[in-house]
């Protein structure tokens, strides 16, 4: 069974750079045919896609966030991490990773973790 684990700070500054991992155990990222992804859930509203690394290491973004954001993998450690530049407080939301398959169903998803941008 997959298991994903976010981790990284809570709270953020405006204008900070947001770095969130997912450590992933049970599945290993670089097994074909897989997407490892980045989701995310402001409150109140649809959960947003925001960026994806193939198992061959390829990123995927969503555009309208593309210019902020990065996508990398240590598979030595069985990770990846998400990077957001020039945060605001509309960045405030619940963060996910999850595995995709092939057909961009989501099959895995971590727990979650909460980030709000504030001063």
């Known amino acids: 069974q997959v298991h994903l684990q976010e981790s990284g700070p809570g709270l953020v500054k405006p204008s900070q750079t947001l770095s969130l991992t997912c450590t992933v155990s049970g599945a290993s990222i670089t097994t074909a045919g897989y997407y490892w992804s980045w989701i995310r859930q402001p409150p109140g509203k649809e959960p947003e896609f925001i960026i994806s690394?193939?198992?061959?290491?390829?990123?995927y973004y969503n555009p309208s966030l593309r210019s902020r954001t990065s996508i990398s993998r240590d598979t030595s450690k069985n990770q990846f991490t998400l990077q957001l530049n020039s945060v605001t407080p509309e960045d405030t939301a619940r963060y996910y990773c999850?595995?995709?398959?092939?057909?961009?169903?989501?099959?895995?998803w971590g727990q979650g973790m909460q980030v709000t941008v504030s001063s």
């Open positions: 999850c595995r995709d398959r092939g057909d961009w169903v989501t099959d895995s």
């Open positions: 690394i193939h198992y061959s290491g390829s990123p």
